[in-house]
């Protein structure tokens, strides 16, 4: 009985195929595999919802994580690109604003009191608070001998304001109900503006008027603030004082003989008497 010697006499004497096996398939998975398959559950969950996935529970929240890794990693990217049918990769994201930055936090991480701090702004006063400030900084105090004049007129508003004469009236409408000679309260001090000051002043585009005034106030003082801090004064905690019921009568019958350049005629007024002898008529003398 001879001997086999080597193993390729027993292979090449395996008769049977006993020893012809094939290699068996690996189930382990490559890298790029698992990637592929990874996104495309967010591809099947785009192609059933018509939408790509959103942080409203746990499950979609891992796709939506998973999908902006992917966004955020260009190798990955490339690999994808083939199975990208939905273009879901190729959005890029511009963010523009700090606004965006919050509203793409989907787990809240930066909604605390120290993040939205960012927007409160601090040592930066408001359109309000200028107008305050410049109300009280700008007043200096004036001699006895140059307000004596003044005085006398502020009681006399007074006065009227206790006669009934006088009346506190809403402070509305800027250009219709702010101009010099007037008197006004604002903060319950009573002050009269002699000057308003106004210029035409240039912003960008723009233009409106503006300019220092000069107030004189009941308690002796006077001011040279800007015509639109008054006026924002007024309209935070401020009335106009208004005219006695005589100097409306005087203004307007100031007015009623004023012709100007201006004025258009358009008819004329007649001022009839009737010569009929009918006692009815007769008695009515205009």
């Known amino acids: 009985m001879s001997k086999?010697?080597?193993?390729?006499?027993?292979?090449?004497?395996?008769?049977f195929?006993?020893?012809?096996?094939k290699p068996k398939n690996s189930n382990v998975k490559s890298e790029d595999e698992r990637l592929i398959e990874s996104f495309q559950e967010i591809n099947a969950f785009f192609e059933k919802n018509n939408r790509e996935p959103e942080a409203t529970n746990v499950s979609e929240f891992k796709l939506l994580s998973r999908l902006k890794a992917l966004r955020h990693d260009a190798n990955k990217v490339e690999i994808l690109k083939t199975y990208d049918t939905?273009?879901?990769?190729?959005?890029?994201?511009?963010?523009?604003?700090?606004?965006?930055?919050?509203?793409?936090?989907?787990l809240g991480i930066l909604d605390t009191d120290e993040t939205l701090s960012i927007f409160k702004l601090q040592h930066?006063?408001?359109?309000?608070?200028?107008?305050?400030?410049?109300?009280?900084?700008?007043?200096?105090?004036?001699?006895n001998k140059d307000f004596a004049p003044y005085e006398t007129q502020f009681k006399k508003v007074h006065k009227e304001l206790r006669e009934g004469k006088r009346k506190l009236k809403e402070f509305k409408d800027v250009e219709q109900n702010l101009y010099k000679g007037n008197y006004y309260v604002v903060d319950g001090i009573l002050l009269y503006l002699e000057d308003d000051g106004l210029q035409k002043r240039k912003l960008g585009d723009s233009e409106r008027k503006d300019g220092r005034t000069t107030i004189i106030f009941e308690n002796g003082t006077k001011s040279n603030m800007y015509y639109r801090s008054l006026s924002k004064s007024l309209y935070n905690n401020g009335s106009i004082v208004s005219d006695t019921d005589k100097e409306s009568e005087d203004e307007l019958f100031k007015n009623a003989h004023i012709?100007?350049?201006?004025?258009?005629?358009?008819?004329?007024?007649?001022?009839?008497r009737s010569k009929s002898t009918n006692p009815e008529i007769a008695s009515i003398e205009d």
């Open 259 to 272: 012709v100007s350049e201006e004025d258009v005629q358009t008819g004329w007024i007649y001022v009839l």
């Open 86 to 106: 939905h273009n879901l990769l190729n959005t890029k994201e511009e963010i523009k604003s700090v606004a965006e930055i919050l509203n793409d936090d989907d």
């Open 124 to 143: 930066v006063k408001s359109a309000s608070e200028r107008a305050e400030t410049d109300f009280t900084a700008r007043r200096k105090a004036m001699s």
């Open 4 to 15: 086999k010697k080597t193993l390729e006499d027993i292979f090449n004497d395996d008769a």
């Open 17 to 21: 195929g006993i020893l012809d096996s």
